[in-house]
């Protein structure tokens, strides 16, 4: 399965030339269908591992971003998000709000003025009526259901009703379900349900190009204001980003030099959303091939061996780990199995970001 991460925003913030630039794409800015490209983590580890594999190939691993071409006119219909985006949004992992902070005279806002902070708040308020909407609905069905059910379902119900009541009640007071301490009970009920201020926020704020030597600054001033759970605000200039993406890696580099950017926008992004979803990298080393493989911190052995294979995980027997350290310290398996730094682990092994790993299972 892979990550996805759905890009929302108002009309005409620059949603489409963020999404080209993140993938590399050259989707028509102004065209309004869902748009689902695919984009390489960057991992600087897996360079230096190709440098001491020499493999045939070199796969990192891929994030999906959707742009699902959603304007507030159309994601707005009775105060929620229209069923059709909804469809879209509450299958990805995290969502990425474009917030419009370029000029340009000759593209209107929407609102008739630039202001970051109202559409920071429009947009977190669409999230929250899309929620409520949907806790309303499920009220009203519990409330029948409750009527005919017989005891152990009438439980079950009514446990419902109390988690639903709960999230609604902060909801109400504009507190984004992401931020709740919840029980696993409550927990396990609310994730069946998909909620879009459950998941993690990733707000982009598209600067101009004259707002470039701010960057740095504006980025620090948003972040101290923003800096809530499972939310990260970040800034760059899509269409510069975009018409960098289309450059080679030199030439590219040397117009960020020239604007005095250090680091890729994109490679930031990309980063900035791993980290909100708590993902962390193992490698593997397999005829051949290096491979980069993305999971969620906490995963064990057996799940990420799932991965890569569902016969891997059914016929697992064990994993040998190294971790990238140890590995590029030894400059070799060979020398490493020497040293005794190859790890043989079982399927509970909580596998840890960097290690490389190689699973023996049986088909
Ligand atoms: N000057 C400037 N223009 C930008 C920037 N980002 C986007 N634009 C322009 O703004 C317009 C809208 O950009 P899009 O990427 O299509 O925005 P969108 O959010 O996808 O728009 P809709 O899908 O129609 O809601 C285009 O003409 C872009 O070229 C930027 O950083 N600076
Ligand atoms: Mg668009």
């Not at 469809?87 to 992992?93: E, I, R, T």
């Not at 202001?115 to 977190?124: G, S």
């Not at 379900?177 to 879009?196: C, G």
């Not at 970040?234 to 510069?240: A, H």
């Amino acid at each position: 399965m892979s990550v996805d991460i759905g890009i929302i925003g108002l009309a005409k913030s620059g949603k489409t030339t963020i999404f080209n630039a993140l993938t590399k794409g050259k989707t028509d800015v102004g065209s309004s269908a869902p748009h689902i490209g695919i984009v390489k983590v960057p991992e600087p580890r897996l360079k230096i591992l190709a440098d001491i594999f020499q493999p045939k190939r070199v796969v990192p691993a891929e994030t999906r971003y959707i742009d699902i071409g959603a304007t507030t006119k159309g994601l707005v219909q009775d105060k929620a998000i229209s069923g059709e985006f909804l469809s879209y949004l509450s299958n990805v992992d995290a969502l990425l709000n474009v917030v419009r902070a370029f000029t340009d005279e000759s593209i209107p806002h929407v609102e008739g003025s630039l202001d970051v902070e109202r559409d920071i708040a429009t947009i977190d308020l669409e999230l929250t009526f899309s929620d409520l909407a949907i806790i309303e609905r499920r009220l009203d069905r519990i409330e029948v259901s409750l009527k005919g059910a017989k005891p152990p379902e009438h439980q079950g119900l009514l446990r419902e009703q109390a988690t639903l009541m709960k999230v609604k009640a902060e909801l109400e007071k504009d507190v984004p379900l992401r931020e709740l301490k919840l029980t696993t009970d409550e927990a396990r009920t609310i994730a069946n349900y998909q909620f879009l201020t459950a998941k993690p926020l990733l707000i982009v704020v598209n600067i101009g190009e004259e707002q470039l030597p701010k960057a740095v600054s504006l980025e620090a001033e948003l972040n101290s204001r923003h800096s809530r759970p499972k939310c990260r605000i970040i800034t760059l200039c899509g269409k510069l980003e975009m018409e960098l993406a289309q450059l080679d890696d030199t030439a590219a580099e040397g117009f960020r030099a020239e604007f005095g950017i250090k680091e890729s926008g994109l490679d930031r992004t990309i980063k900035l959303s791993y980290e909100l979803l708590g993902l962390i990298s193992f490698f593997t080393i397999v005829s051949g091939e290096v491979k980069a493989w993305s999971i969620p911190n906490g995963t064990n052995a057996v799940k990420a061996a799932g991965k890569i294979h569902s016969d891997m995980e059914r016929g697992f027997i064990r994993a040998e780990v190294i971790s990238y350290d140890d590995l590029v310290k030894c400059s070799s398996l060979a020398e490493a199995r020497k040293k005794g730094l190859l790890r043989l682990e079982g399927k509970n092994y909580i596998v840890q970001d960097g290690d490389v790993i190689t699973f023996l299972f049986n088909v």
